[in-house]
């Protein structure tokens, strides 16, 4: 057991002031420490992207990086998409199209894909399947996850 | 599959880093970029370093520079940033093919190209674009610069000539001529695994004929590596069908190639007889 | 103008458990904390076979943070981990102990367990313990000659022999035999959360929870109170979240039992989250078999005979299923032909590597491929076509009920309805197959590796007997429907909605679906073998329809009208004319409550049981068809396309089904070209992290085609559905190994799963020196 750390991390807008060892990941100290466990673990060693979090708008695996490494970096997990009651279009797009079975997978997806689409809103359909190939599904078999991709990138570009 | 303890040391300025690493190195201390690849090896615990000298924070190491016709990639420079325009001419090109290949989007923005360079995995692509390029690897430490040619700095699989106390500060390519053909082509089990071969070509055609070839092959052997006896089958031929097959049998015949469970010699040698090939073929 | 009331079966609806998941609310095992809860962490034979010698723990138990450091000394009054289905006096000494005792039989093997404070400290302290083993020459061929279990016991615990007829009739009578040895790798679920639980005994309730179950939550908790020697009303099973089942999950594994006799022991509450590395090591496997078959059949290609000889690789131990995934193999391997005489003996021999047991589709992922391997090579021998051979053989629908002497899952085989040849000619339809042939054609001749690929199978589904469920009005007008049901993710609390909503006359969205949960129900199946919506579904159909009648009843007296004329409509009884007024079912319900004025005699509460009995299996039916392409330089494979048929008898949502179909058909491509658990000569295994064991990515995945028929619902329930859970998964082997082999040319090269691009380059280079 080594010394902790006393950083704060800035998640979805909030601070989370936190005491850590520098050993304990990032995933694990936002899900234990922040109390935000949509973030979920499917590995630990990075293959999987179930912990994918947006660090500075980008898409990173947060079971590849230390907790200590985060502070004064911009956090967003799947918790903080949702603006009020109304869902990202990401979200209402998962469920009208079926992109989810168990859910674990599921946040990692949906922030693998806002980190995307918000930096490049026009993927084509390869580009598409190209990025969600990042990350690991068990249930569906990736169509619907797919076809919601595809759909939510229309309703995002519409809106901007 | 949580780390053993560590102390976290985050620099933020190169001398700083050099310090840490003359004073943490010999003990079991360990530089810290991208982490892609060292958090895993970590989380298995078949890497325990007793120190992390994070350099992330090292703004002066995150730059890509050209300067004499040299390409200069800092340390800190992730994988992504390949992805965009931001090498111009032939040099460019090829670093953009070849990033492709590299894992997948989020790895890309984390882990670097020195970190690749360092951790010499006979897999990985940037060893390979090294070794097929000279490139060069700058080493700094408490005791001076080192600048290392690819071919002296790889030693074998995940080997290097880094000392404990140095740190891989650059890694410097020389830009390839004007009008440089250049072409890549890798085969994984799936897109983004390690890679169980891959080539890299270039040439200049001079009156419809190739010059200045350089073929390397990475995955197949314990380290990336030119193979002479591939370019000199390139060498003054005009490219064509009949010119990249023997191409691609020589650069086969000259390796060495690793075995695992899953990949004999015998498959290697024809995955890289193939992919020479396509290099070739797709090379512009 | 009359009401109609709101039709939800057949309904592609959004589904009840979404909203939580798309937005991170979700809890599952590694979700749940307790105050003042301890980490497990095991420890893992290093070894795949030993005497063990010494554990030395004093340095872990020395760790500040560790309060506990426990081996097999200190549980020595458990008993071995129980068969689901009850004791079985031949295959007893093969069963598990919750920490190994004197000998260590795969690596992965629980050795040792550490309580501490946190996850971190407990892997620490975990690495500290030494176990000194005598290493004992592992046995890793389950086809080789036996070897010793323990002194007068061999590793081949049993024979599943299954058969009827006489083999040696059909074999003198052969115009032809084709004879394979075929093999399926072994790989298994690897679901993408690795498994969890949380022992909590409440002291004040007297009350020992286990949180984290999964899939047969009712079952687990008779299993475990035996166990323990508790009464089931103190042991309680609680199911959150699931992050996907795929038959290895829900299986009672030493890690829970663990957690339970710790939380008791130490009081305080223990919770046990395992990482990647230990799931693909210490889960269950599945799937490794190996087959020498024949088959013999007449000029026509019709079959006579198949006689098969094969070897099941159970791994170190037998766990709670038993010899189930053999005999299930020895008893479906015929599929959807006619098979005069048949023999199968199925060896049950034990390796040491990880247990198996069951993962989606048992025992049919394995027989399908076998099965249509061999109706490919008696096409090729005979030189009939693939297409044609399976139509001589395939049972047509005039001969349903089709009973086949065989047994699986305990219940004889009664294919209950079926009209195989006509799906078969929709799926040709569909895919185009002679256009398909013809393309292949001009391909081929061009130079390129590319082939066609076909299988027809029999699925099972709708395991009973009995299932029962409690549907609930609230005086909200809010529904509950309490199943003994469970979720592994695969959508069972909106079908079972869409089943209440349409009986009753609700909107499904004002259902709420309980399931997982021993305290709520004293009964349940859990959700297993495809069987939920078959059996769940009816019983809920069945106590929704007696709440109906209730709701009726009352109204009758609350609207001054013959219940006849009534009816159910958006929540409101209303009568069937449209005139006059209505009552909510909410109100309803107040009327019925214990003190109401006007509920008179009736029973209180809008509220009934239901329960639903079936004889047999239902058993669905599909057609796969595959275009697959190979990489002449890389033995790269392509699929280029893909079709699934099945006919599900009934769809309650069609979307939902199409998910599973899909989702099933990934994991059956993984199986086929990338899935695999590798060992070396030590036994130690090789694939242990997700970079090694590969599991298929969007890119790996074709777009798939499916084709949902309902031209045979099923005779076993009233509502005449037919699972759906395995139908995606179960042909995929036995339809890629056929279009891969087609792409060689039809030689009957591909013998084994998974199929890698270095075999192939391997056949390839072969014919090109030739």
């Given amino acids: ?160 | 599959m949580k780390p053993a303890p560590f102390t976290y040391h985050a620099p933020a300025s190169v001398d700083e880093a050099v310090a840490l690493l003359a004073r943490w190195g010999p003990q079991d201390g360990r530089v810290l970029a991208g982490g892609q690849s060292l958090v895993a090896t970590m989380a298995f615990r078949v890497a325990r370093p007793a120190h992390l000298i994070d350099i992330n924070g090292i703004g002066e190491l995150a730059h890509i520079t050209i300067k004499d016709g040299v390409l200069s990639i800092g340390a800190c420079v992730r994988h992504a940033a390949f992805e965009r325009n931001s090498v111009p001419g032939p040099t460019g090109a090829l670093l953009r093919k070849v990033v492709r290949n590299i894992a997948h989007y989020p790895i890309r923005t984390r882990g670097t190209f020195c970190g690749s360079v360092a951790h010499a995995d006979p897999a990985s692509e940037w060893c390979c674009v090294m070794a097929g390029l000279d490139g060069v690897v700058v080493l700094r430490s408490s005791r001076g610069v080192r600048r290392l040619r690819a071919e002296e700095f790889f030693q074998g699989v995940m080997a290097t000539a880094l000392e404990e106390d140095e740190l891989v500060v650059a890694a410097e390519l020389p830009l390839l001529a004007d009008g440089t053909r250049t072409g890549f082509q890798e085969f994984s089990r799936r897109k983004g695994d390690f890679a169980i071969a891959m080539a890299l070509v270039c040439y200049r055609l001079e009156n419809g004929m190739m010059i200045e070839p350089r073929v390397a092959i990475g995955g197949a052997e314990a380290q990336a590596r030119r193979i002479p006896q591939a370019e000199q089958a390139l060498r003054g031929r005009a490219p064509g069908a009949d010119v990249f097959a023997q191409v691609g049998a020589a650069a086969a015949a000259a390796i060495d190639p690793l075995e695992d469970i899953n990949n004999t010699a015998a498959y290697r040698r024809s995955l890289v007889r193939a992919l020479v090939e396509r290099a070739l073929e797709s090379a512009q | 103008m009359t009401i109609e009331a709101e039709r939800w079966i057949g309904a592609s609806v959004e589904r009840l458990e979404d909203p939580p998941l798309v937005t991170g609310r979700g809890r599952y095992a590694g979700d749940m904390a307790f105050p003042h809860q301890l980490h497990m962490r095991v420890v893992r034979s290093p070894y795949a076979h030993g005497i063990i010698k010494q554990i030395d723990r004093a340095e872990a138990r020395a760790l500040a943070g560790v309060v506990a450091v426990w081996t097999a000394a200190d549980i020595a009054d458990l008993p071995p981990i129980e068969f689901r289905e009850g004791p079985i006096a031949k295959l007893a000494p093969f069963r598990q102990r919750v920490l190994a005792g004197n000998r260590v039989r795969y690596v992965g093997e629980p050795v040792a367990a550490v309580f501490a404070t946190d996850a971190y400290l407990a892997e620490d302290a975990a690495e500290l313990v030494r176990i000194e083993v005598e290493e004992i020459d592992p046995i890793l061929d389950a086809a080789a000659t036996p070897g010793e279990f323990a002194p007068g016991l061999t590793t081949e615990p049993t024979i599943s022999r299954q058969g009827y007829g006489d083999v040696a009739v059909g074999f003198n009578a052969a115009a032809a035999i084709v004879e394979l040895d075929l093999t399926i790798g072994r790989h298994s679920g690897v679901p993408l959360e690795t498994r969890g639980a949380i022992g909590r005994y409440d002291a004040a309730r007297d009350v020992l929870e286990l949180h984290g179950a999964a899939k047969v939550p009712h079952r687990n908790r008779e299993t475990l109170a035996q166990m323990l020697g508790r009464s089931t009303a103190a042991l309680h099973l609680y199911e959150g979240h699931v992050g996907g089942g795929c038959g290895i999950r829900g299986e009672i594994y030493p890690e829970d039992v663990l957690v339970l006799v710790a939380a008791m022991r130490l009081g305080r509450p223990v919770k046990w989250l395992e990482d990647r590395r230990e799931h693909l090591m210490a889960a269950n496997h599945s799937r490794q078999q190996r087959h020498r078959v024949r088959a013999a059949v007449d000029t026509q290609g019709r079959l006579l005979a198949i006689d098969d000889e094969f070897f099941h690789d159970q791994g170190a131990y037998i766990r709670t299923h038993a010899a189930r995934v053999v005999d299930m193999s020895s008893g479906i391997l015929p599929g959807p032909y006619r098979l005069p005489h048949y023999r199968a003996n199925g060896h049950f021999r034990l390796t040491n590597k990880t247990p198996a047991a069951t993962y989606r589709a048992p025992g049919r992922y394995e027989t399908n491929f076998v099965r249509e391997r061999l109706i490919d090579a008696i096409a090729r021998k005979l030189r009939i076509s693939r297409v044609e051979v399976r139509r001589r053989n395939l049972i047509g629908p005039h001969e349903m009920p089709y009973e086949r002497p065989l047994v699986a899952l305990g219940d004889e085989v009664v294919m209950d309805s079926g009209n195989y040849e006509l799906l078969l000619d929709k799926a040709l339809a569909r895919a185009g197959w002679d256009a398909l042939e013809r393309e292949v054609a001009r391909r081929r001749a061009a130079g390129e590796y590319v082939g066609l690929g076909l299988a027809v199978y029999l699925e099972k589904s709708g395991l009973g007997p009995t299932d029962g469920a409690r549907v609930v009005v609230h005086t909200s007008g809010d529904v509950e429907v309490i199943t003994g049901g469970a979720s592994v993710g695969q959508g069972f609390e909106t079908v079972m909605a869409q089943v209440c909503a349409e009986t009753l006359g609700v909107d499904y969205r004002r259902v709420r679906v309980v399931h997982g949960r021993t305290d709520r129900i004293e009964y349940g199946i859990g959700a297993h073998a495809a069987r939920a919506t078959v059996m769940t579904a009816n019983a809920t159909a069945a106590a929704a329809a007696n709440v109906r009648a209730k709701a009726l009843d009352m109204a009758a007296q609350l609207l001054q009208a013959d219940a006849a004329s009534l009816t159910i409509a958006k929540g409101h009884v209303v009568r069937c004319d449209g005139a006059g007024a209505s009552v909510s079912l909410g109100d309803v319900a107040h009327h019925l409550r214990p003190t109401s004025s006007t509920r008179g005699a009736r029973a209180p509460g809008l509220a009934a049981d239901g329960w639903f009995t079936t004889a047999h299996m239902t058993y669905p039916y599909g057609v796969q068809i595959a275009v697959a392409s190979i990489d002449a330089g890389t033995g790269g494979v392509r699929i280029e396309k893909m079709l699934i048929a099945f006919d599900i008898g009934r769809a309650i949502n069609p979307m939902l089904v199409r998910g599973q179909i899909l989702g099933g058909a990934a994991q059956g491509l993984g199986g086929a070209l990338f899935e695999e658990f590798q060992y070396d000569e030590r036994g130690q295994p090789v694939s242990v992290t997700l970079a090694d064991y590969l599991l298929p990515t969007a890119r790996d995945v074709p777009v798939i085609d499916v084709l949902l028929t309902e031209d045979a619902p099923s005779t076993c329930n009233p509502l005449g559905i037919k699972g759906v859970g395995e139908a995606g998964v179960a042909a995929v082997g036995a339809v890629i190994a056929s279009a891969i082999d087609d792409a060689l040319g039809g030689r009957g090269d591909i013998t084994r799963l998974p199929i890698t691009p270095q075999f192939l380059k391997a056949i390839i280079d072969g014919h090109r020196a030739t």
């Fill in chain 1, 1 to 160: 057991m080594t010394e902790r750390r006393a950083i704060t991390l800035s998640v979805n807008g909030k601070d989370y002031p936190v005491a850590v060892e520098p050993r304990r990941t990032l995933v694990d100290v936002i899900r234990d420490d922040c109390g935000l466990t949509g973030t979920h673990i499917g590995c630990e060693h990075g293959v999987c992207g179930s912990c994918t979090v947006l660090l500075d708008d980008e898409p990173v695996r947060a079971c590849l990086m230390f907790a200590v490494q985060a502070e004064g970096r911009r956090i967003r997990t799947v918790e903080g998409l949702q603006q009020g009651d109304e869902l990202h279009p990401l979200q209402q797009a998962f469920m009208r199209h079926h992109a989810l079975q168990c859910g674990f997978c599921t946040p990692g997806f949906l922030m693998l894909a806002v980190g995307a689409l918000e930096k490049r809103p026009d993927l084509d359909d390869e580009e598409l399947v190209e990025m969600l190939s990042a990350n690991l599904c068990r249930c569906t078999g990736y169509e619907n996850i797919v076809k919601a991709v595809r759909a939510a990138a229309t309703e995002m570009k519409a809106r901007a």
